[in-house]
């Protein structure tokens, strides 16, 4: 690099190893997707002993349970156009804090009520976390990685979930429901802490911002050193900017039908997961498998999500919407399958594995998918209205199941209509792939790009 040069961002991050400094971030946004993970299932471990405490009959756990899901769409859907605005960082470091306490608090809940308005907002919090995690990780990643890198920092949710799941059921009988949402509350505080002394700002968000020089030489130099002799900054986006920031991009002309396929896609495919992490074991034994080959071949479905780094290596290799797409495509095969297979044991355990793998490969992919897809001046917005549209569809997959058992739905007429939400899912995503941005851009120091 040459004396006294105006650098551009993303080149100089392209240009070094991704070191230590970046590996803390990685790290840091690791903990805030785990988090989440150990959120959705340790709630549903302490279900069991709020329904013998508080004297309440299984229905009167619904809004306790859909409590947390609507706070993560209304969080996501809030921080997403604000990050774009005040900075990821801030938004991060607060949201965090406000997941923990309010966890913390609802550890001291007394009744229903109390509970669920806490639940609510500690979803508030873990929703505006999760999104601005996916957009600094993704902002301080070599392009070549990507796509690698967020998926991998997304696996955190599976191994939380599983966490969550070990933790919670050694806690409630040892020391009471109250201990599991202390230790999701705690942990979250003193992540917090850490957040706040070590985490730094995007420096794509603070040069498509104009801040300081000096500001944004003292992060990049922790990259590397060749940062010192830079005199200024540019910034020259892969995806072409629009004039417009947060939501005025994300649906401006250019974006509307990538944002529109990307948000369909996230709806559906999060309609399938929760769908069947909430009924699969009941589904299975309605079918006539005992409640325990239920239980187990269930428990198979969501180890699927460490798949996402293989994807994310197929992505940052070849063209991301077409590979998630194939994903898509295959799991609505396998969950017909599953519904085909019911009587048979030996074919479900690899199907619903197979099923769990490609899905939740898919699903944990469309992070770096979106985060791809828009500029700086609206990515944070971009990433976290997918996130929140999809946490929607998590909220209907309850319900359509619970709807399709109502109308007598047979068990291979019930997965077949999940199947075809991952039908919808790829054919989303084939859309978006033909529907590209094709805008001019002049980015500051003058270089043209074209992206699509």
């Known amino acids: 690099m040459k004396r006294a040069s105006l650098v551009d961002v993303q080149g100089f991050i392209n240009e070094h190893p991704f070191g230590r400094f970046q590996r803390l971030i990685f790290f840091m946004c690791f903990v805030i997707v785990l988090l989440d993970g150990f959120d959705t299932a340790a709630i549903g471990f302490i279900a069991p002993s709020l329904l013998t405490e508080w004297h309440l009959s299984k229905p009167d756990l619904a809004p306790v349970l859909s409590a947390a899901l609507f706070g993560l769409a209304f969080g996501a859907l809030v921080s997403g156009p604000l990050s774009d605005r005040v900075g990821r960082r801030s938004l991060m470091v607060g949201s965090v804090f406000l997941f923990g306490v309010a966890c913390v608090a609802s550890a001291f809940s007394t009744n229903m009520g109390q509970l669920t308005v806490l639940r609510f907002m500690t979803g508030i919090g873990l929703g505006a976390a999760m999104a601005n995690a996916v957009t600094m990780m993704d902002e301080f990643c070599p392009t070549r990685r990507r796509a690698t890198v967020t998926s991998l920092m997304c696996c955190g949710f599976p191994l939380g979930a599983a966490l969550g799941g070990l933790l919670a059921a050694w806690l409630v009988p040892h020391a009471g429901w109250r201990s599991v949402l202390m230790l999701g509350g705690v942990t979250p505080i003193l992540h917090g802490v850490l957040l706040l002394l070590k985490m730094p700002e995007s420096v794509r968000f603070m040069v498509a911002n104009g801040m300081p020089v000096a500001r944004i030489?003292?992060?990049?130099?922790?990259?590397?050193?060749?940062?010192?002799?830079?005199?200024?900054?540019?910034?020259?986006?892969?995806?072409?900017?629009?004039?417009?920031?947060?939501?005025?991009?994300?649906?401006?002309r250019s974006y509307i039908v990538g944002s529109l396929m990307l948000w369909l896609a996230a709806f559906m495919g999060l309609l399938i997961i929760y769908a069947l992490i909430n009924w699969m074991p009941i589904l299975l034994k309605d079918a006539g498998l005992s409640l325990k080959s239920a239980t187990l071949i269930s428990a198979l479905f969501p180890l699927g999500g460490v798949g996402a780094v293989l994807c994310g290596s197929l992505m940052d290799r070849f063209n991301a919407n077409l590979v998630i797409a194939a994903c898509y495509a295959l799991a609505a095969i396998s969950l017909f399958c599953i519904g085909a297979t019911a009587g048979n044991v030996g074919l479900l355990v690899p199907i619903v594995l197979v099923s769990g793998v490609l899905m939740n490969t898919a699903q944990a992919s469309m992070n770096a998918l979106a985060a791809a897809f828009y500029p700086t001046e609206g990515r944070g917005t971009g990433v976290a209205w997918m996130l929140g549209m999809g946490r929607f569809g998590g909220i209907a997959g309850s319900f359509l199941v619970a709807e399709l058992v109502r109308w007598h739905f047979t068990f291979v007429g019930v997965f077949a209509t999940i199947a075809v939400a991952g039908a919808l899912s790829c054919i989303a995503l084939l859309v978006k792939q033909l529907a590209p941005p094709h805008v001019f851009r002049t980015a500051p120091d003058g270089v043209g790009s074209l992206s699509h």
Not at 223 to 247: H, K, Q, V, Y
Request: charged content about 20%; glycine content about 14%; proline content about 3%.
């Open 217 to 252: 030489r003292a992060i990049l130099v922790r990259i590397s050193d060749e940062a010192i002799s830079a005199r200024g900054f540019a910034l020259t986006e892969s995806a072409p900017g629009t004039g417009d920031n947060g939501l005025g991009l994300v649906l401006s």
